[in-house]
């Protein structure tokens, strides 16, 4: 069977350091810190007290007040970047066939703030149940491509890929597969997370998951510097219009890129360690050469998980010396959470995204906040240091690892 090509169309984004496609790509390109003091609630009394939250936003602007409070942030998020994705595409939704358009959304936690609002409402009554009538389709997983399907009358598949922190990454590769396969013409697909909460930050800490460093929020995330101390939560989605080819080139739509292949697997070795030689990372990203077609040798830029832990950085570093050799010097590596910290279940479509712009414009966007090389990374590897370098990339890869052991990378080609 011929697959069919796939090709983007279409971005959407809403992080901690844009509230659209330009505004992120702009403060990727020059370097800008998305880390400050909690302003949701207060977090005096945690041990970290920073996070990277959306800023200078008001749903309303968005979302009518009445449909804005039966959803969840995640689920605004998604639908505000799923907007913005749905017009860059140019989709005409009264000429296609809504029946092969699908949504496949990927979320880690889903509805965290309506679980833990309900929660303490209850236990702050006399013990007689009174719950919002709206918590559970505010607070379930799948609810945010439901709101983007109902909206727009998307009739194709329509899911929620649940993978921690790969969950994005794995519905970009289900939309993929759907329609390499010939089943939609179009995907509505990425991630969204709003994890920001009570709930979210105390878990964290509880699991000494993240940064303390509290003193310098904007430097606390540094992926691969030698005092890294753990990650830095984020929040927000990200929106990816998956096309296939000549559907795409017969409505003239922009393509920005094609998607070549994706890979998965497993580290089936902690419930939240990865394994200290990568070997699931090794195998991840093998599995997606293979499938795009590809030699580790065509590959110029990796946008790492690199989430900014002391395991997991240098894992991951070892697994790519590891698949590509002495070509590994040559890759423009990245970890763009440096900026917008860890999005959870929506990092790896911002970070899919961030790709993508860096395949179009030529510019691969810093690793910021690295002061001290780390003895345990290959000095080697060109990690992007502090600042964007121009590089013309031809083929870029994505990788995105969850709790749990799940990896998930995607391959995207420049259309010449």
């Not at 066939?97 to 699908?102: A, E, I, S, T, Y």
């Not at 929660?119 to 389709?137: A, C, E, H, Q, W």
Request: net charge negative.
């Amino acid at each position: 069977m011929q697959l069919k090509r796939v090709v983007v169309t279409g971005l959407g984004a809403l992080t901690p350091i844009g509230n659209t496609v330009e505004q992120y790509w702009n403060s990727l390109a020059n370097g800008v810190s998305g880390a400050a003091p909690v302003t949701y609630y207060d977090a005096t009394k945690f041990k970290t007290r920073f996070a990277c939250e959306i800023k200078n936003f008001n749903v309303n602007d968005f979302i009518h007040r009445k449909e804005s409070r039966r959803m969840d942030k995640f689920t605004q998020y998604a639908m505000i970047a799923s907007d913005e994705a749905i017009a860059d595409a140019n989709l005409d939704l009264d000429h296609i066939d809504k029946f092969r358009v699908g949504v496949i959304w990927g979320a880690g936690i889903g509805g965290l703030e309506t679980f833990q609002e309900e929660v303490l409402n209850f236990s702050r009554g006399d013990g007689t149940p009174k719950f919002n009538p709206f918590f559970i389709p505010k607070m379930i997983a799948d609810i945010a491509p439901g709101n983007i399907s109902i909206k727009n009358g998307f009739m194709g598949p329509n899911y929620t890929t649940v993978s921690a922190c790969a969950s994005s990454a794995n519905a970009m590769i289900d939309a993929l597969n759907y329609i390499r396969l010939g089943h939609c013409d179009i995907i509505v697909t990425g991630g969204s997370e709003a994890a920001v909460t009570i709930a979210g930050m105390g878990g964290f800490n509880a699991m000494h998951a993240l940064s303390t460093r509290n003193e310098s929020p904007e430097t606390a995330s540094r992926p691969f510097d030698a005092e890294r101390d753990g990650f830095v939560l984020g929040e927000g989605a990200g929106a990816i219009i998956l096309e296939e080819y000549d559907h795409a080139v017969a409505r003239g739509a922009k393509i920005y890129a094609e998607v070549i292949g994706g890979g998965m697997s497993s580290d089936a070795h902690h419930m939240t360690a990865p394994h200290p030689e990568g070997i699931g990372v090794v195998a991840v990203m093998k599995n997606c050469l293979e499938n795009s077609g590809i030699a580790p040798e065509d590959v110029d830029h990796i946008n790492t998980h690199g989430t900014s832990t002391p395991l997991g950085d240098v894992a991951e570093l070892k697994a790519i010396s590891k698949v590509f050799g002495d070509h590994a010097k040559n890759i423009n590596i990245n970890s763009t959470k440096s900026m917008t910290g860890h999005l959870l279940g929506a990092a790896g479509a911002i970070e899919a995204i961030a790709s993508i712009l860096a395949m179009e414009r030529g510019i691969v966007p810093p690793t910021i906040n690295h002061s001290t090389p780390d003895p345990a990374i290959n000095p080697d590897l060109n990690l992007t240091l502090n600042k964007s370098q121009k590089r013309d990339i031809k083929i870029a890869m994505s990788n995105t690892f969850g709790f749990g052991g799940h990896n998930a990378c995607v391959a995207f080609k420049k259309i010449s």
